[in-house]
């Protein structure tokens, strides 16, 4: 079983910036990929950025070139460089971990973007 430490978030004003990041523990070996979804209130979540243990990306088409995911296979740990943040980008932020047999979600952590 693979179990997620999420850090980060807060709030932040417009136009700032944040860093979360998600570490995974547990059994993890071969192909798989980490990420980040979100979910603003009364919205369906969705994908911030994932990105494979090969290293490819793919972002949500709201945070393209404003977050930039990254990740550290030694520490199988994922960050998410959010700029240029938006009030828009207020949300619960989820961390996803997935194999070729499952996905695990982390606990979630606010991200509120306000002045």
């Known amino acids: 079983q693979v179990q997620l430490v999420e850090s980060g978030g807060g709030l932040v004003q417009p136009g700032g910036s944040l860093r979360l990041s998600c570490a995974a523990t547990?059994?993890?070996?071969?192909?798989?990929?980490m990420g980040w979804y979100r979910q603003a209130p009364g919205k369906q979540r969705e994908l911030v950025a994932a990105?494979?243990?090969?290293?490819?990306?793919n972002y949500g088409d709201s945070v393209k070139g404003r977050f930039t995911i990254s990740r550290d296979n030694a520490e199988n740990t994922v960050y998410l460089e959010m700029n240029s943040l938006k009030p828009e980008d207020t949300a619960v932020y989820y961390c996803?971990?997935?194999?070729?047999?499952?996905?695990?979600w982390g606990q979630g952590t606010q991200v509120t973007v306000s002045s």
């Open positions: 547990g059994t993890i070996f071969g192909f798989n990929a």
């Open positions: 990105i494979t243990s090969g290293g490819s990306t």
């Open positions: 996803i971990f997935s194999d070729t047999t499952a996905s695990t």
